[in-house]
């Protein structure tokens, strides 16, 4: 059983602080891995993807990813009230190109 | 870039009525499109995923004669979901991707609502 494990919160941070999101995944094989933001009653839109190990940084958003731990992070900086979501974090399949494995998503609320 | 959008946006139906909902990719060629289904406070759930003139792929548990998908172009595909009933009520997005990269683009979304 493929799983991808997402703490579904709340996570509540101050504006302008930085959020942490963490990610763990089962399939050794996933080589592609993806942060999704949901607003509520919304369709997910793509943030970042990550093939590698190590940081990847865009804008206010750092992705982290650690194969060997099978862990995949996001951090948002200087959190803005705009950043109230839902965060995806979405794992490739190994044996089937391009399906994905979503997690349950964490919930951000960026307080004033 | 990479732009899909969904047709309709939101429709309300009588119960045992079909009702279809087009996806389509608007600036690259779809190879692969995804069908997810989302119920209120839940995750997303991939209901099948179709290639571009073949047949769809159903997770377990959906009714592929229930939820008719249809991925003639490289631009479009449809889902249908016959005989409509209220518990088929929930929030339908579709994705896409190319076969060139291994990202999937999502659409808006169809909100369906059965009486």
Redesign the interface.
Known sequence: QKEVEQNSGPLSVPEGAIASLNCTYSDRGSQSFFWYRQYSGKSPELIMSIYSNGDKEDGRFTAQLNKASQYVSLLIRDSQPSDSATYLCAVSEADSWGKFQFGAGTQVVVTP | G?VVSQHPSWVICKSGTSVKIECRSLDFQAT?M?WYRQFPK???M?MA?SNEGSKATYEQGVEKDKFLINHASLTLSTLTVTSAHPEDSSFY?CSA?SNSQ????????TRLLVL
């Open positions: 990479a692969t995804f839940q995750s997303l991939l995923t997005i991707s291994e990202t999937q683009y999502f659409g808006p979304g």
